[in-house]
């Protein structure tokens, strides 16, 4: 009778609420180790509402709600069956990310050496920083940086490998067939941009810059 007492405790005490938010928080941990993987090496998820419903099965369908941010405040859609429940939680993460290596001013070229790697906390960095260095290959700065401010996406544009006036090849191909003529260019535009074209004849087509500056349409 006693083991009988003691095995119905141990049964109590695992279906307690206090054990399935330990289990739940447990798997968020695993479920946003996997979503940020290539982003982050070190993740932490907080529960933001412990005492809240949780779903009652051993392995919810976890996903996130609403928004394609990868840390920060976050809402969980944890689902068993056609059971939902939403749990609102707190990812902290930590990183590389791009930072001025040295002061940068605008419209400078960024060289090699103008931009460093630094480690730390991404969820406590301004919206959408850069985590690659490769991005700023090639780019030039909109405004000035300090030395260990971290780099945000809008900050740079690429180089312009066309510019406004210049004089372009016209590289038209399609099934069996190219020709190429030469116009000026409308508007600036960088590798894999659009670039409009004002041909001989007046007529303005519109084609993808490659590296070599020319435009090229597909027919």
Known sequence: ???????????????????????????????????????SDAVMV???????AMPQCEQPALSVMGNTKLWGNQTVQAQCGT?????????????NYVVAAQPIVRGAALQPGSVILKRGRLDQLPPRTMLDIKQAQDAVSMRDLAPGQPVQLSMLRQSWRVKAGQKVQVIASGDGFSANAEGQ?????????????????????????DSDGNILINL
């Open 46 to 52: 907080n529960l933001r509402n412990p005492g809240g």
């Open 185 to 209: 260019a409308l508007n600036n535009a960088a590798v894999a941009q659009n670039a409009r074209v004002r041909m001989p004849s007046g007529q303005v087509v519109s084609g993808q810059v």
């Open 1 to 39: 009778m006693r083991n009988l007492n003691r095995t119905l405790t141990l049964a109590f005490a695992l279906l307690s609420p206090v054990a399935i938010a330990q289990d739940i928080h447990r798997q968020l941990n695993d479920f946003f180790v996997q979503r940020l993987a290539g982003f």
């Open 83 to 95: 059971e939902k429940r939403y749990i609102q939680v707190f990812v902290e993460a930590t990183g």
